[in-house]
């Protein structure tokens, strides 16, 4: 079984920073890929942020320059690191990672965290 646990969501003013967390436990071999997502109220769940077991990194558009990705293999967490935060940030965000469970398999499973929310607001 695995679980990935998030941290760090809550109220901030425009401008202002978050930092977000998500550790995953439990049956890991490897995890090649993590990355956020976010859903907005009334809005399709859209990919924020993405990055490999080597360290290369995407992004949408409307968070480059503001939000840095990074992750701790040895501890199996992914953060995503919000700055100049606005308004229109506002969203419930949700982490995943696609796991290898064991060293026979290269099949990949997907999981999520339980998402988090962040309000840009004044």
């Known amino acids: 079984q695995v679980q990935l646990v998030e941290s760090g969501g809550g109220l901030v003013q425009p401008g202002g920073s978050l930092r977000l967390s998500c550790a995953a436990s439990g049956s890991v071999f490897s995890i090649p890929f993590m990355g956020w997502y976010r859903q907005a109220p009334g809005q399709q769940r859209d990919l924020v942020a993405h990055i490999t077991s080597g360290n290369s990194t995407n992004y949408a558009d409307s968070v480059k320059g503001r939000f840095t990705i990074f992750r701790d293999n040895a501890k199996n967490t992914v953060y995503l690191q919000m700055n100049s935060l606005k308004p229109e940030d506002t969203a419930v965000y949700y982490c995943?990672?696609?796991?290898?469970?064991?060293?026979?398999?290269?099949?990949?499973?997907?999981?999520w965290g339980q998402g988090t929310q962040v309000t840009v607001s004044s």
């Open positions: 995943y990672s696609d796991i290898r469970k064991d060293i026979w398999s290269q099949t990949l499973f997907r999981y």
